[in-house]
């Protein structure tokens, strides 16, 4: 009873007249303009200020109008974070843990402040008991620093020492966390941006991992030992090491089902694709296969994440010539409720996958039936196509290079010689400017293909023979001996390689 006149004392004396949250009713009220900005937030149908104020006001974000309903409205939706359904089933017991600690925190913090610190001793007891349970071990440094404390006001040696034990393990587990944690994103940053050498990164990860493996003999830590895995697949990329990525991803999967405390959906997902993304590399349909259902079954459909898999998984089947699986793909991502919502980004990239996929089933001669429910729109378009994905033309190293590729190989296809050749001295210029980094090192040879078949006057024996060179440079891999199959090869370029020969040997091109 103590307890509770505390937090009545402090509720009475500062609480506000009214609580502002979003609940059913306010959202069921459809029209409210706090719903209104509510729906085109989660549904994507704005993705700026400029962009919500014109629906909603049909005026500037300057607007008087636009600007109070956006600060009222974050207000609202940052009181609703204190208040979400714990029990919801997306949550996984280790969520819906942190997300219960974390409130308490913030619940002790304020009644400490006030002066309710019996209140707070009792809410950071029983906080502590679920950290530790979970292993959060800043929650426990937290929790048992109060504890600590009280127990030297009150004079109590045993629980003192008890709490000291705690707080100086948390401490040395969350530096722990911190160094591992650093260490990965270190590795992340410069495997991403291609900052250092293939074999200066792979030594640096090689010492990471002998720092991390230490720091795991003096700890139990759940976020040390998953991050000690996390590296351990970042040096398995960084050499190129697929198998041993796969594997260790497994060795990953092991520890989250050994520790179902610690063990979340998110992290299974995340692990099913790191290994899809191997199976690519491997082009290994079957085990890919596998294991982008293994991601489907553990991520709500129509999600971002989901999304995100199914490139992947529509990735895998081009690149094994499981073409038909690949439209079945395309068809569930285009036709999905969901799509018109995601990023324009997005929506762009399977414009380009529809550029590739319908250039497979006009060369390869299957049913285009299979691409798309509505028969009216079943014939591709090149300059359609290119008027509807700006974002990417942009993108100077990555799926500009799709474009570029598929648009050559189009105009081979029609015979549009000529345009080709008006290209070529640009996209000359584009490999030496662009795609001069190991990242795009496959791109560069693929393109220099490409204009040798342009120097070549478009003769079949002269251009493979000339081309030879850099096809063997590709599959080669660059001088560290990278050989990374990037995203926007959407099919492989050995392929596309042999479809061009074949066009050049079988239906010589003519020039408009």
């Not at 919801?88 to 969520?95: E, K, N, R």
């Not at 400490?112 to 209140?119: D, E, H, I, K, Q």
């Not at 004079?155 to 040395?172: F, P, V």
């Amino acid at each position: 009873m103590k307890n509770l006149i505390e937090i009545s004392k402090v509720v009475t004396k500062k609480r506000i007249s009214k609580i502002e949250i979003f609940d059913k009713s306010l959202l069921n009220r459809k029209e409210s303009k706090f719903n209104e900005f509510y729906e085109g937030l989660v549904n994507d149908k704005f993705n700026t200020d400029e962009e919500a104020a014109a629906i909603l006001y049909n005026t500037s974000p300057l607007d008087d109008k636009y600007r109070q309903l956006k600060s009222r409205f974050s207000k609202r939706l940052l009181n609703t974070l204190f208040f979400l359904d714990s029990n919801d089933p997306s949550f996984s017991d280790y969520h819906r843990a942190n997300y219960s600690c974390n409130k308490n925190w913030a619940q002790i913090r304020i009644l400490l402040n006030s002066g309710a610190r019996n209140a707070a001793i009792k809410i950071a007891a029983k906080t502590l008991g679920v950290a530790v349970i979970y292993r959060f071990s800043d929650m426990i440094l937290n929790c048992s620093r109060i504890l600590m404390n009280n127990a030297s006001l009150n004079g109590d040696e045993k629980e003192y020492e008890e709490y000291a034990a705690l707080t100086n393990k948390a401490l040395r587990d969350v530096e722990f966390e911190i160094k591992a944690e650093e260490m990965y994103q270190r590795l992340t940053i410069n495997f991403a941006l291609s900052a250092a050498s293939t074999g200066e990164l792979a030594s640096t990860a090689d010492k990471y991992l002998d720092a991390v493996n230490k720091l795991c003999e003096q700890s139990d830590s759940y976020q040390l030992h998953y991050m000690k895995y996390q590296i351990r697949i970042m040096v398995a990329q960084i050499k190129g090491q697929y198998l041993q990525t796969i594997k260790v991803c497994e060795e990953a999967e092991k520890y989250l089902n050994d520790n179902p405390n610690f063990n979340q959906k998110v992290k299974l997902a995340n692990l099913a694709l790191i290994k899809i993304s191997s199976y690519l590399q491997l082009r290994d349909y079957e085990n890919g296969r596998m294991n982008a259902e293994k991601c489907l079954d553990l991520v709500a459909e129509g999600s971002n994440n989901w999304f995100i898999f199914l490139e992947y998984y529509f990735l895998l089947a081009m690149h094994t010539e499981n073409y038909i699986n690949a439209a079945g793909i395309f068809i569930k991502v285009v036709n999905h409720p969901r799509f018109v919502y995601t990023s324009e980004e997005r929506k762009e990239k399977w414009k380009i996958f529809e550029s590739y996929i319908n250039y497979i089933f006009e060369t390869e001669n299957l049913d285009r039936d299979l691409l798309a429910s509505d028969p009216t729109n079943r014939k591709f378009r090149l300059l359609k196509f290119l008027n509807e994905v700006p974002n990417f033309t942009k993108d100077k190293k990555g799926y500009n290079v799709s474009i570029l590729v598929i648009q050559i190989i189009y105009m081979l296809e029609k015979g549009e010689l000529t345009g080709i050749i008006n290209r070529s001295e640009a996209l000359n210029v584009y490999c030496s400017r662009y795609l001069r980094k190991d990242d795009s090192y496959r791109s560069s040879c693929f393109l220099k293909m490409l204009l040798t078949m342009v120097k070549e006057d478009f003769v079949y024996d002269r251009t493979k023979q000339m081309a030879q060179r850099y096809l063997r440079k590709m599959q080669e891999g660059d001088p560290n001996g990278n050989n990374m199959v990037n995203e926007w090869e959407i099919i492989p370029y050995e392929i596309l390689w042999e479809k061009v020969l074949n066009r050049l040997k079988h239906k010589p091109a003519t020039r408009i």
